[in-house]
């Protein structure tokens, strides 16, 4: 299991080159401090310089003296380039919605960031400066969740972001939420006057998807491995077979997210003896595929995972701003701000932990129902009839999965015409990001439930113990929940579990005793 490197006293240093999604995870989410390399500021102010020579010039250039989008062909001169860029943020502050988690607007402040400070924008020094002050300062932007179609990028996320930046809008700070000038100004921070061309570098990019597939990669990450123990929890429970894990059956078939998990199977079942107890008896021929191909579905969402994270450290290595100053000078348009490849990976990802939840439900259902040929209880109830033990936990499984389906279906299949007929091809992209966070979010309630109801099956497997991995599954949910001795209220331990899932702590008890997982 791959977790954070980076530590609370190392600063992620932002010199324009890739950024890794544990950076994005570290900064955004544990207050990581950010800074910005020196020789960057000298590649800013030669790239500033060229700006100015532009401007000098006679050619329009879009973005600089002209209009955008739709209006590229109105020409802007003297003071009104100025406006223009500050009229530029303030308009395309247009979403709606629910804030965005401050983990998310953290990201972004990142990204972009990391993207102008690329050199490839014109920008000066001072608007990078204030991003990462931004950062430092914890001061977050208010962002509605809705208002981006994926191309230009995620302009009305990264608008609302700008807006505070000059002074506008509205911030969540240390003290709480409050005009941005008043949080700026409480935290030693000045408004920036916008320059030419800056307020298109501010909202022009995919830093808002890229944002959130960095996050949801590392989220998913975690869920495949804490999937491969809730899964061994539950053969084990269930008096499954630990057979078709061998490793020389899966080089027949070498996908490598699938012998990732068998490989995982195996470590956490080794020497198990419950296994033992049973490996002779003839209760069960074949588990079902639930069981049986649990390798293979949990690896092919770990290659869903794979191909995310290619595109996505792609982007974290990419400029999407638009138009971009090339090292001769020139100042061209660039179509690198679409979100097509960012729409495809987060929707690939998406189907991936579908899935990986499909399985899940499938599996508890068969630990927990009519179950006499495995000696259990049904639903694993202490006393079934009276108690109706976990049969409705497996209810809210069976809805989250529905919902998880429904945030598989991609959005980036999707286009709707913006800007009159000149962003005629938009790829929705960042609705794609949104139901991923969603369907990870989800899944983790639904892996949740398996490992409870796996522990109460361990339970009632004594006085065979269960083996060294999965023990020490078993042995971390008895931490934080009691077996069900009688009919109780589940969702606090479901909730309390899947938050722990999402910090890592089951992966974690389980490789402090068998070692790492893949």
Sequence with gaps: MVRTTTSAGSPVVLDGGPLAPEEVAAVARHGVEVSLAEDVRERLRA?????????????????????IGALADVRIDGPDIHRLQENLVRSHAAGVGDPLPAEVVRAVMLLRARTLAAGYSGVRAEVVDL????????????????????ASGDLAQLAHIGLCLIGEGEADGPHGRAPAHELLSRSGLQPLRLEAKEGLALVNGTEGMAAIGALACV????????????AALTVEGGHGTDGPFGDELHALRPHPGQARSASNLRRLLSGSPIIESHRESDHAVQDPYSVRCTPQVHGAARESLAFAERLVSTELASVTDNPVLLPDGRVESTGN????????ALDLLAVGVAGLANI????????IGPSDARGLPAF?????GLGSGYMLAQYTQAALVSECKQLGVPAGLDSIPTSGIQEDHVSMGWLSGLKLRRAID??????AVEAVCGAQAIDLRRPYRPASGTGAAHRWIREHVAALSADRALTPEVEDVAARLAAGELAGAVEAAVGGLE
């Excluded at 006679?58 to 973005?63: D, E, L, N, S």
């Excluded at 989220?219 to 809730?230: F, K, P």
């Excluded at 694993?380 to 079934?384: E, Q, Y």
């Excluded at 989800?442 to 892996?447: I, W």
């Design 47 to 67: 790239g500033r310089a060229a700006v100015e020579e532009h401007l000098a010039g006679a050619r329009p250039v879009y973005g600089v003296t002209t209009g």
């Design 131 to 150: 991003l990462v002050g931004f950062l430092n300062a914890r001061v977050h932007p208010v962002v509605p969740d809705r208002g981006s179609v994926g």
């Design 219 to 230: 989220d998913a990450r975690g869920l495949m491995t804490s999937a491969d123990v809730t």
């Design 337 to 344: 701000f679409h979100g097509e490849p960012m729409a495809y």
């Design 360 to 367: 899940a439900e499938r599996r508890t259902l068969w630990l």
């Design 380 to 384: 694993l109830s202490p006393d079934p």
């Design 442 to 447: 989800l899944a983790r309630r639904v892996l």
